[in-house]
T-cell receptor
Framework: DTAVSQTPKYLVTQMGNDKSIKCEQNLGHDTMYWYKQDSKKFLKIMFSYNNKELIINETVPNRFSPKSPDKAHLNLHINSLELGDSAVYFC?????????????FGEGSRLTVL | AQSVAQPEDQVNVAEGNPLTVKCTYSVSGNPYLFWYVQYPNRGLQFLLKYITGDNLVKGSYGFEAEFNKSQTSFHLKKPSALVSDSALYFCAVRVLRFLYSGGGADGLTFGKGTHLIIQP
């Protein structure tokens, strides 16, 4: 069983469209994250949720809206897509917000905006 | 601000030779350090972490890392490289947030990554 799963794996769309990426973890973790990896492979945290509560909202345009229906799911909705949104988006989870817990990552969702 | 730096974009090593991928950190308080590996078109896989205790930490796939407080470094090492070790390696630090509001740590801050290339 995949621990952290994301869908879709690939997403190609036009500028101005709205799209969503879904993430589910079956590890029983309390905390989930969204990271963005750009074309230079740089990883930056976007959001963090703990037990469905938003904890971190980095300086991300408000076109990006995360939603956590329950603690096993964290979805990412993007409105009015722009060329610069093209990237690989990774979902991750950790047991909780303790200092020692590593993060478990999904396989990524590659978004290409044309 | 808490951060890690990976000074090398790429490291080339011959198969069978020892390898080192460098990482230095800048944190206030105790550092919580991690190494991850990313294979092409895959997610990040956890290799090892340093929280406290022994300065030499052993991890997956024969990798180990040495925590050096005086040099603020956490270099990743392996005694004998395999071609299959070729990948992108990330050093990371666990970020402390909301320290004064009773919260814990959130997320990881990553270095820019080092491409490790093992030549047959």
């Amino acid at each position: 069983d995949t621990a952290v799963s994301q869908t879709p794996k690939y997403l190609v769309t036009q500028m101005g469209n709205d799209k969503s990426i879904k993430c589910e973890q079956n590890l029983g973790h309390d905390t989930m994250y969204w990271y963005k990896q750009d074309s230079k492979k740089f990883l930056k945290i976007m959001f963090s949720y703990n037990n469905k509560e938003l904890i971190i909202n980095e300086t991300v345009p408000n076109r990006f809206s995360p939603k956590s229906p329950d603690k096993a799911h964290l979805n990412l909705h993007i409105n009015s897509l722009e060329l610069g949104d093209s990237a690989v988006y990774f979902c991750a989870s950790s047991q909780d917000r303790t200092y020692t817990g590593e993060l478990f990552f999904g396989e990524g969702s590659r978004l290409t905006v044309l | 601000a808490q951060s890690v730096a990976q000074p090398e974009d790429q490291v080339n090593v011959a198969e069978g030779n020892p390898l080192t991928v460098k990482c230095t950190y800048s944190v206030s308080g105790n550092p919580y350090l991690f190494w991850y590996v990313q294979y092409p078109n895959r997610g990040l896989q956890f290799l090892l972490k340093y929280i406290t205790g022994d300065n030499l930490v052993k991890g997956s796939y024969g990798f180990e890392a040495e925590f050096n407080k005086s040099q603020t470094s956490f270099h990743l090492k392996k005694p004998s490289a395999l071609v299959s070790d070729s990948a992108l390696y990330f050093c990371a630090v666990r970020v402390l947030r909301f320290l004064y509001s009773g919260g814990g740590a959130d997320g990881l801050t990553f270095g820019k990554g080092t491409h490790l290339i093992i030549q047959p």
